[in-house]
Each structure stands twice: as structure tokens, then as C-alpha cells.
């Protein structure tokens, strides 16, 4: 079981992950450029001076990110493979336990995928566009991994529990991490339009959901392909 597990997470997650990395060279990087074209003006207009080069940006704040062209193109596929690798190995470690599972179920395992890690902490943190007004970083993952763990649950009472007091309970623990609140931007505003912001926010949650459906369709063909032959 283990060695299909596998072989199911490096099939898929690499297929999907390619494609992920095709969607956000023809539909983000472009907006992520036009985004660091307006920080980069903010930063201008705060010195008073010539644009600040990328190096000394990313030195000055302690930060490093990879150059424009290939090393950022490479960085991007293998980032993006590791996590179709990654969130592979979970699903199909998932239908380990289920039964039946195909191309189409498995479509279904990875849209709620999509809703747990993507849909539902985007209802209180949109993806972020460079130059965007944030939240500070700990109060952000605090939300994000509470509402990601409280949308599971809940999906997975609703989904899985037979008597309606728990499908009920599932649907309170979905709704939990929205009515506490997401930590709200506490400096000032972006940089960055508000219509390429929300341009952005829709793109991202688009190429997240047609990964996820691939992702997960992929990963119960191959988790049916790979079973032991009679």
C-alpha cells in the first residue's frame, strides 16, 4: 500500500504541478510584475530618489527572491511540483481509506481540497498581491491554519457523520474561523490597485481550483491504476 501511495503522489503531483507552474507563468507572474512595477514606484516616491534595485531592496530587508527570467521560472516549477507532491501524498493517503475511488471521485477529494487550503481562509485573506497592505505574519498563519484544520473538520462531519447533530456541528465548525474574524491590515494602504488586487485574488483562486480538480481527478486514476492485480 505504502509504494502506491507513492507512486500515485509522484504521478500525479507532478503532472499537476506542471501544470500549476504553466498557470501562473501565463496568468500571475504578469500581474505579480505589474504589482512590483507599483512597489517599486512606492519605494521611489518614499526616497526621494532613483528606483531602488531588487539586490538592494531584498537586502535591505533581509529577504532574498530569485532573479526575473529562468531562476524564477525554475524556482516557481519546483515549488509547485513539491507541493503537488505534497498534497498528493495526502489525498491518496486518504483514499487508502475509502472505497471506490476513480478519476471523478477523486475530482471531488480535490475540490474540497480546494475549499479547505484555498476557498475558505480566502474568504478573510485573499491571496496578496506585492505592494498589498498587510496583517502582521502570526495572527495571518494563526487564522489560515485554524480555518483550514476548522473547514476539514467540517467537511468531514458533514460528508461522513450520520446523524444530523454532527453534520450540524460541522457546519458551525466551518462557519467558526469567519465569525471570529481574519486579522485585518493594521499599517497603511497598498501600493497596488485595488483592481489589480482583486484581479489577482480571482486568477490565484482560479488556478488554485483547477489544480486542486486535476490534482485530484490524477490521483485517484493513478491510486486505481497502481492497485495489485488479482
Known sequence: MLRRILATALAAGLAAGLLAAALQSFQLLPL????????????????????????VKDAADGAWMPADGWERTLYTVAADVLAGVGFALLLAACFALADGVDFKRGVVWGLAGF?????APA???????????ESPLL?????????????????????????WGMKAAGAVLIALPHLIGAPVATGPGGVAPAEL???????????????????????????QAFAPRA
Open 32 to 55: 505579480i510584475h505589474d504589482a512590483e512595477t507599483y512597489e517599486t514606484a512606492g519605494l521611489t516616491h518614499d526616497h526621494g530618489a532613483a528606483p531602488v534595485p531588487d539586490a
Open 115 to 119: 475549499a479547505v487550503f484555498h476557498l
Open 123 to 133: 474568504l478573510g485573506l485573499p491571496p496578496e498581491i506585492p505592494g498589498a497592505a
Open 139 to 163: 495572527p495571518r498563519q494563526i487564522w489560515w491554519i485554524g480555518t483550514a484544520a476548522a473547514t476539514a473538520g467540517g467537511l468531514a462531519l458533514l460528508v461522513f457523520a450520520k446523524h
Open 197 to 223: 488586487a482583486a484581479q489577482f485574488a480571482a486568477a490565484s483562486l482560479a488556478a488554485a481550483a483547477v489544480f486542486w480538480a486535476v490534482l485530484g481527478g490524477l490521483s485517484g486514476y493513478f491510486f
